[in-house]
């Protein structure tokens, strides 16, 4: 039985925390108004780990296109101007009906975990191989 | 600016900057100063909450946690480009749109082919489109000016056929009435010239399109043509075995 390579688990793993990315975003600015600084560093103390702070501006940006963020600049006491990002009725509707799906999603997990049966040792069905042909 | 930072890590971060701005080209202007206005402000945030380290340090630990450039604006291109072109009715948006899906994947030869003969395709219906709004107009007018001559003195078409000695104006059903005939031709006539107008006027929504398909394609090549010159000049890191194994 071949097992899966740590870095594919790795890039799965990420591909499911960029799913969620989006909702932890929601979440945080639905307990708070933040800015872009403050929300990272919001989710690094909630415990979002190895976040690269850059993707957060695109889905911010995103969020903002979909009116489910409102945005202001603000002066800052000392440094540049804070563009400052908030819920909008409509994203907190939102953030609402997200959170319950991912609950509902939390326990569907859980529950095939608890009900799980020792995996076959090899799956059915043809296996294909895709490898590279070496010069000779 | 009114950030109080060194100017060494002021330098740094306007390269970064630089390269970010660099990778907006095609955004609209006020979005792309807000952007890199915002991530101005997030880097020196960012910065004065660093404590490890000498100034260098800290920044270049800044920007690593802030990632590349491409990390920032990563799904914020497409939308950027999309917003280009502002109307988003025209059915070229879509066709766009397959061209960007197309780009997504590495250009090879036979996608340049595919891109060359769509733009040629474009461009033929473009031209096919003006010259029949065109005629339209044209065929318009000289129908409303034959019905007005209908209308007003219609013996001058009796005497065209009798100079040209065959039926070369017709009346059809209305032999014996020309002045219905011209009031039905005027009609018809200043129908067709608004046809023409309108086509001659829309024209410029498909034009727009085909700017900007121009423009998607002409970044998209430099952006290719950057890329292999970069890996002319720097070669990838993989040596090539002269035979099997070494």
């Given amino acids: 039985m071949t097992m899966y390579q740590s870095d594919e688990i790795d890039n799965k793993i990420t591909q499911l925390r960029k799913g969620i990315l989006e909702l932890a975003i929601l979440s945080a ?3 708070k108004v933040h800015y872009g600084y403050s929300l990272v560093r919001d989710m690094a103390a909630a415990g979002v780990p190895d976040l690269k702070e850059g993707t957060i501006y695109p889905i911010l940006s995103r969020l903002a296109k979909e009116k489910l963020v409102q945005t202001e600049w603000v002066e800052s006491s000392q440094g540049p101007p804070r563009k400052y990002y908030s819920l909008t009725p409509s994203g907190r509707a939102m953030c609402e009906a997200l959170q ?31 490898g590279r042909q070496d010069d000779e | 600016m009114n950030s109080d930072l060194p100017q060494s890590v002021e330098k740094i971060v306007n390269d970064y900057l630089g390269r ?19 991530i101005r402000s997030h880097i020196y945030e960012s910065y004065v909450n660093e404590s490890a380290g000498d100034d260098i340090e800290r920044i270049l630990a800044v920007l690593r946690r802030l990632g590349d450039p491409a990390d920032v604006i990563s799904s914020r291109m497409p939308q950027a480009i999309a917003r280009l072109g502002r109307g988003k009715r025209a059915p ?33 219906l473009m031209i096919a489109f003006y010259g029949a709004g065109v005629s339209l107009v044209v065929a318009g007018f000289f129908t409303s000016v034959a019905s007005v001559i209908a209308i007003l ?11 040209v000695g065959s039926e070369v104006v017709q009346f059809g059903p209305f032999q014996h009435n020309p002045q219905m005939a011209g009031i039905i031709g005027l009609i018809t006539s200043l129908i067709v010239i608004g046809l023409g107008l309108l086509m ?10 085909f700017r900007f398909i121009i423009v998607l394609v002409g970044q998209k090549v430099r952006s290719i043509f950057d890329h292999w010159s970069r890996e002319k000049r720097e070669p990838s890191g993989i040596p090539v075995p002269a035979s099997g194994h070494n």
């Fill in chain 2, 20 to 38: 970010l701005a660099a990778r907006l080209q095609g955004m609209p202007a006020g979005d792309r100063r807000e952007l890199v206005d915002e």
């Fill in chain 1, 100 to 130: 319950d799906e991912f609950r509902h999603l939390i326990r569907l997990v859980d529950d095939a975990a608890k009900a799980s049966v020792p995996a076959p040792q090899s799956p059915p069905g043809k296996r294909i191989i895709i």
């Fill in chain 2, 200 to 209: 001659l006027w829309s024209g410029k929504y498909l034009w727009r399109g």
């Fill in chain 2, 92 to 124: 070229l948006y879509i066709l766009a749109g397959i061209l960007i899906a197309m780009f997504g994947v590495p250009l090879g030869i036979g996608a340049a082919a595919i891109l060359v003969g769509l733009l040629a395709g474009l461009l033929g």
């Fill in chain 2, 153 to 163: 003195a219609p013996g001058i078409l009796y005497s065209i056929n009798d100079m």
């Fill in chain 1, 29 to 31: 600015l639905y307990r």
